[in-house]
């Protein structure tokens, strides 16, 4: 009956509007995932492997979300040492022992355990959250104070560039993320942020020119400037799945227009990379919008004229024009 009631009391107490958005933007990770390694589904299979293994992710995350809310969280800060400390550990483990991926051999983010990878980044992320909560904790009201922001600014700034040494420039930026909100949050004064943000962008060419690799420029140039890179650097940098290479290729050597619309209305753009992938599909890229209109059915919606226009920005446009 003790258990019952203390179920009741944690089901009650709970942040519902936080769970929810929580297993909706989950969900629709499961989504975008899904759609960008659909083209290459093997066939009689209904969803890849990396779906299964996110969706897998999401179900036992709600289960341990569940568990834990029932812990006092003072308790798990009274280790926060302990849970800093071999998270930290594991984050310098991977520099003599980490391997890449295929496409990445020359980072340092996953263990290969030859069962199942892992990635001691994401861990990483729920040590700072405790970390730094504690730290701000710590500093209360006094958070304004030149000298608590700059040490601060340091225990944020650290993490995130371990993470960019690994080669893992995008967990990076949630650590950047995870900071400015929390800092936001413990109501940091509006002139450190306009600070900060000066800093970045004075930051950016020496970033860009000296601390970029040619890959991490590429991946922000084939979404954000397509039209820099040539055709073939940009399929590089999407992460065309074998099957839409060769649909691409032939489409190259093709010349009937029922081939390139169907080439166009069939999404032969998603990645398998899920962070480039989701800024196509949902509207970030110039010309993804409508793709995603497309491959979920919507032709009416999408618009033969607004794909027309949109599909002219894309690096295709000038196969089209040499084709026809």
């Not at 009689?44 to 995350?61: D, E, K, N, P, Y």
């Not at 990878?117 to 304004?144: C, R």
Request: aromatic share 12%.
């Amino acid at each position: 009956m003790n258990i019952l009631q203390a179920i009741k009391r944690g089901l009650k107490t709970t942040d519902k509007l936080l769970m929810s958005l929580c297993l909706l933007t989950s969900l629709f990770g499961v989504l975008m995932v899904y759609s960008a390694t659909y083209s290459s589904l093997e066939d009689g299979s209904l969803i890849s492997r990396t779906t299964l293994v996110m969706l897998l992710a999401v179900i036992v995350g709600v289960a341990m979300c569940i568990v834990i809310s029932f812990i006092d969280y003072e308790i798990v800060l009274r280790f926060w040492m302990i849970i800093g400390g071999v998270c930290l550990l594991m984050m310098l483990l991977l520099f003599p022992f980490g391997s890449g991926t295929a496409d990445r051999p020359d980072a340092r983010t996953w263990f290969d355990f030859k069962v199942i990878n892992f990635q001691p980044s994401e861990l990483f992320k729920i040590a700072f959250i405790i970390t730094f909560a504690v730290h701000l904790d710590y500093v209360g009201e006094d958070i304004n104070k030149l000298k608590n922001a700059l040490l601060l600014c340091i225990h944020g700034g650290v993490p995130a560039l371990l993470v960019i040494l690994t080669g893992d420039l995008g967990s990076a930026l949630v650590f950047v993320s995870i900071f400015i909100g929390m800092m936001f949050a413990s109501g940091l004064a509006a002139r450190y942020f306009a600070a900060a943000g000066a800093v970045i962008l004075a930051a950016v060419p020496v970033l860009w020119f000296a601390f970029f690799s040619d890959f991490q420029k590429g991946r922000i140039l084939a979404v954000y400037a397509p039209s820099k890179l040539d055709t073939a650097l940009y399929k590089k940098y999407i992460f065309l799945s074998p099957r839409q290479r060769q649909r691409y290729d032939i489409l190259r050597y093709r010349r009937r227009t029922r081939i390139c619309r169907r080439f166009c209305s069939s999404c032969a753009y998603s990645a398998d990379n899920s962070q480039d992938s989701i800024c196509r599909q949902t509207g970030q890229h110039k010309y993804g919008f409508a793709h995603l209109l497309r491959h979920c059915g919507y032709d009416r919606l999408a618009g033969y004229h607004e794909h027309r226009n949109v599909f002219k920005a894309s690096p295709l446009h000038r196969h089209h024009a040499a084709v026809f």
